[in-house]
């Protein structure tokens, strides 16, 4: 539990890391943590969640043809986080990172954020409006020419990149947690169910490396 202090001078270090990697490394940060509402960040099931979670990421950021250069585990009264200087376009970055939050079993708890490397956010709303901020390399065509492959799925994209949702509902998360259509008592049962499922495959995962081992 923390007070409203705390929380702030947790949630800015955290920021200023971010800032520090961006500018040490001049490439974009993926920062995840866990959403978890009310004041105990801290929730059993969490640790093993954000290890899983960031597995995930790091996967996607490979497939996405990208490469970790620096990262690091971050814990404290905000609850488990992890950030990582990452060597790839910041939009390329965030697709990958709402391709985690959308598709991953845990997703909906995923938290993951992208700064450039200049330390302004790249959000959502970014990759839905299209990537007309996205530099474009010699002979390479624009993201959203009309023959660009990527033009072709920007329909689906676009519903993809949609506000994320609620934890009870189909509704937007920010909408549900505006009018306050849910009792925290509901979110976090929510919210424990996933981090159980995040703790049963942890320890299945341990016993399966120990009945690897000669």
């Known amino acids: 539990m923390m007070d409203l202090c705390q929380l702030l001078a947790e949630r800015e270090?955290?920021?200023?890391?971010?800032?520090?990697?961006?500018?040490?490394?001049?490439?974009?940060?993926?920062?995840?943590?866990?959403n978890i509402p009310?004041?105990?960040?801290?929730?059993?099931?969490?640790?093993?969640?954000l290890s899983q979670l960031r597995t995930a990421l790091c996967?996607?950021?490979?497939?996405?043809?990208?490469?970790?250069?620096?990262?690091?585990?971050l814990s404290g009264p905000d609850g488990p986080g992890w950030v990582a200087a990452v060597?790839?376009?910041?939009l390329d970055l965030k697709r990958a990172a709402v391709a985690v939050e959308e598709s991953h079993v845990l997703g909906r708890l995923a938290d993951a954020d992208v700064m450039d490397a200049q330390g302004q956010p790249v959000n959502r709303a970014h990759l839905a409006a299209g990537d007309g901020t996205r530099e474009i390399l010699p002979?390479?065509?624009r993201p959203d020419s009309p023959d660009s492959?990527?033009?072709?799925?920007?329909?689906?994209?676009?519903a993809a990149y949609a506000p994320r949702r609620c934890f009870l509902c189909s509704q937007p998360a920010s909408l549900?947690?505006?009018?306050?259509?849910?009792?925290?008592?509901?979110?976090?049962?929510?919210?424990?169910?996933?981090?159980?499922?995040?703790?049963?495959?942890?320890?299945?995962?341990?016993?399966?490396?120990?009945?690897?081992?000669?």
């Open 13 to 34: 270090r955290r920021w200023n890391k971010r800032l520090s990697l961006a500018g040490m490394y001049n490439c974009p940060v993926l920062s995840l943590t866990l």
């Open 38 to 49: 009310g004041p105990s960040k801290n929730l059993p099931g969490a640790d093993a969640a």
């Open 59 to 73: 996967c996607a950021v490979d497939k996405a043809g990208g490469s970790l250069v620096d990262e690091c585990r």
């Open 87 to 90: 060597r790839m376009d910041a």
């Open 139 to 141: 002979g390479k065509e």
């Open 149 to 158: 492959p990527d033009s072709q799925g920007r329909g689906s994209d676009q």
């Open 176 to 214: 549900c947690r505006r009018e306050q259509r849910h009792s925290l008592e509901d979110l976090l049962a929510a919210v424990r169910g996933l981090l159980r499922l995040a703790e049963r495959a942890s320890e299945q995962s341990a016993k399966q490396g120990r009945a690897c081992r000669p």
